[in-house]
C-alpha cells in the first residue's frame, strides 16, 4: 500500500467523486489496472473511463468498492478520508483472509472485528484534527 501520495491530493477539489476515488484507491493499494477490469468483468479503457467520471450506476459503483473490500460509502469517502478508509480495507482483508485459511480461529475474528472497529475510529478522529 502507498500512502505517501495522498499529499499530491491537496490540490484536488475533495469532494465524493468516483473518478477521484478510484484514482486515489488505484494508487493507495498499486492496483493493476489490467487484473482490475478483468476481475470486474470490464475493459482496462472503461476503466480508465471512469476516472474520468464523478458517478457511475450503483451496481458498477458496489463492485468497484468490492474489488477494495470497501462499501460504497467508504469508497465515495477515500479523497476526504483516506488513511481510516486504508485501514479499514486492509484490516478487511486481513480478517477474511483468516476467515478463509484458518476457520477454526473464526470465533477470535469476532473480537478482532470488534477492535478493528474501535482502531478505526481512533484513526477517523485523528485524521479530522
Not at 5 to 18: A, F, M, P, S, T
Not at 27 to 44: H, I, Q, V, W, Y
Not at 93 to 112: C, D, E, F, S
Request: proline share 2%; hydrophobic share 40%; charged share 25%.
Amino acid at each position: 500500500m502507498n500512502l505517501s501520495n495522498i499529499k499530491n491530493h491537496d490540490e484536488l477539489k475533495l469532494e465524493r467523486n468516483v473518478g477521484q476515488s478510484l484514482t486515489m484507491a488505484m494508487e493507495m493499494f498499486n492496483t493493476d489496472a489490467k487484473a482490475m477490469a478483468e476481475s470486474l468483468g470490464m475493459s482496462r479503457a472503461y476503466l480508465y473511463k471512469i476516472k474520468e467520471q464523478k458517478t457511475v450506476n450503483a451496481t458498477r459503483l458496489k463492485d468497484i468498492a468490492a474489488y477494495y473490500n470497501l462499501t460504497s460509502e467508504q469508497f465515495l469517502d477515500l479523497p476526504l478520508k483516506p488513511l481510516v478508509t486504508a485501514y479499514i480495507s486492509t484490516s478487511s482483508q486481513i480478517l477474511n483472509h483468516i476467515k478463509q485459511t484458518k476457520p477454526k480461529l473464526g470465533r477470535y475474528t469476532v473480537n478482532a472485528e470488534k477492535l478493528s472497529g474501535e482502531v478505526a475510529q481512533i484513526i477517523s478522529m485523528l485524521e479530522k484534527s
